[in-house]
T-cell receptor
Framework: ELKVEQNPLFLSMQEGKNYTIYCNYS?????LYWYRQDPGKSLESLFV?????AVKQEGRLMASLDTKARLSTLHITAAVHDLSATYFC???????????FGEGTQLTVNP | SAVISQKPSRDICQRGTSLTIQCQVD?????MFWYRQQPGQSLTLIAT?????????ESGFVIDKFPISRPNLTFSTLTVSNMSPEDSSIYLC?????????FGPGTRLTVL
């Protein structure tokens, strides 16, 4: 059974600081997703990572994938308050179509 | 991209009743998915719904409790049957479009 673990689960940071969220998974995967969820809202797709070494950036967020280590990172650069949300990684097993989600990282950026 | 809508957006229901949630996608998609998100938790896949075949349920979810229909390539329904307070959750519809899996706005269900 595929397991997906995120850490940290809670992150409080100051504006302007950098930080990284980690996503580890337990079996081979051909696709890894990062989503953002604001309170009371649905999930917004941030990144889809398809291959080893893939790196994608959008604004202050950068995601990378190391399939050999079964690890993805979401790096936050110079955080701003608007980034406060819960971030989920989700992994699709190579053999199937279902996504398995991590527990989510609740990010709070303080002024 | 795919735009997904759900109805109702929220409901408060009595124990023992059933609720059907509708999901509409603005593009034809092969695979649609139903997820549950309990308060403060992550998402759990209930089932995968392909047009023209029976839905595939994940461990812990059964067709009698969560019957699903998929009559065409843009529409699906999920019914939550014989509800109990433990069914209070957000139910999200999702569809695969290209490499991305998109999510609907969710249906917030409260069972009294």
């Amino acid at each position: 059974e595929l397991k997906v673990e995120q850490n940290p689960l809670f992150l409080s940071m100051q504006e302007g600081k950098n930080y990284t969220i980690y996503c580890n998974y337990s079996t081979t995967s051909d696709r890894l997703y990062w989503y953002r969820q604001d309170p009371g809202k649905s999930l917004e797709s941030l990144f889809v990572l398809l291959s080893n070494g893939a790196v994608k950036q959008e604004g202050r967020l950068m995601a990378s994938l190391d399939t050999k280590a079964r690890l993805s990172t979401l790096h936050i650069t110079a955080a701003v308050h608007d980034l406060s949300a819960t971030y989920f990684c989700a992994v699709r097993e190579t053999s199937g179509s279902r996504l398995t989600f991590g527990e989510g990282t609740q990010l709070t950026v303080n002024p | 991209s795919a735009v997904i809508s759900q109805k109702p957006s929220r409901d408060i229901c009595q124990r023992g009743t059933s609720l059907t949630i509708q999901c509409q996608v603005d593009s034809q998609v092969t695979m649609m998915f139903w997820y549950r998100q309990q308060p403060g938790q992550s998402l759990t896949l209930i089932a995968t719904a392909n047009q023209g075949s029976e839905a595939t349920y994940e461990s812990g979810f059964v067709i009698d409790k969560f019957p699903i229909s998929r009559p065409n390539l843009t529409f699906s329904t999920l019914t939550v049957s014989n509800m109990s307070p433990e069914d209070s959750s957000i139910y999200l519809c999702s569809a695969q479009w290209g490499y991305t899996q998109y999510f609907g706005p969710g249906t917030r269900l409260t069972v009294l």
